[in-house]
């Protein structure tokens, strides 16, 4: 079935460092969501990419959605405290609203 | 605006108790997911609806059952828990829009633990 893959698992940063984590789809996707988890907290959208090639910012924050629809990242750039949670990639499963969503990266930043 | 309650936050069932937890929205969304979220394996949908009156099958249903019998509701149920149903449990509710899809609005979550 589908499947959707991220890495790293886990990443520990220095404060001020960059971070990017990978989301790899095993089929196309119509879109991608991505979504931060606080420790202890619920998902939280941070946003959706739907064209072939896109890059979209948010502040310190880039994603993008690759050529093929199948790969995305989010890349943060000067890492703060405030970024620590786990990020989540999401794909609808082809032809349906059946979210798959990957396993998640973790980040920790170290101050 | 509430967002997306869930009710309770917090369970311990013994195996083989039945067990009920609601998810309610009041953003008006037609779409409600229900996830299982286990350590190292991210988000897993079990059931989710696309409106009232409606329900469909997720990555991993077995030994749940879910309803949606008001559009703001949407009930899952565990008919005999078992400890590999131990997890934190997520509602979420999204808008509909033609033939679009999006951003996904999520509860706080139900930590039930199975003994």
């Known amino acids: 079935g589908q499947q959707v893959m991220q890495i790293p698992q886990y990443q520990h940063v220095q404060e001020g460092e960059d971070f990017t984590t990978y989301c790899n789809s095993s089929?196309?996707?119509?879109?991608i969501q991505w979504y931060k988890q606080r420790p202890g907290g619920h998902p939280v959208f941070l946003i959706q990419?739907?064209?072939?090639?896109e890059v979209k910012k948010q502040k310190r924050l880039t994603f993008q959605f690759g050529e093929a629809k199948k790969n995305s990242s989010l890349h943060i750039t000067a890492t703060q405290t405030t970024d620590v949670g786990t990020y989540f990639c999401?794909?609808?499963?082809?032809?349906?609203?059946?979210?798959?969503f990957g396993t998640g990266t973790r980040l920790k930043v170290l101050a | 605006n509430a967002g997306v309650t869930q009710t309770p936050k917090f369970r311990v069932l013994k195996t083989g108790q039945s067990m009920t937890l609601l998810c309610a929205q009041d953003?008006?969304?037609?779409?409600m997911y229900w996830y299982r979220q286990d350590p190292g394996m991210g988000l897993r949908l079990i059931h989710y609806?696309?409106?009232?009156?409606?329900?469909a099958k997720g990555e991993v249903p077995d030994g749940y059952n879910v309803s949606r019998l008001k559009k703001q509701n949407f009930l899952l149920g565990l008919e005999s828990a078992a400890p590999s149903q131990t997890s934190v449990y997520f509602c979420?509710?999204?808008?509909?829009?033609?033939?679009?899809?999006?951003?996904?609005?999520f509860g706080p979550g139900t930590r039930l633990t199975v003994l």
């Open positions: 979420a509710s999204s808008y509909s829009s033609l033939g679009g899809y999006n951003e996904q609005f």
């Open positions: 089929t196309t996707l119509s879109n």
């Open positions: 990419l739907v064209k072939s090639g």
């Open positions: 999401a794909g609808p499963l082809s032809g349906t609203y059946k979210y798959i």
């Open positions: 953003m008006n969304h037609e779409y």
């Open positions: 609806s696309v409106g009232e009156g409606t329900t």
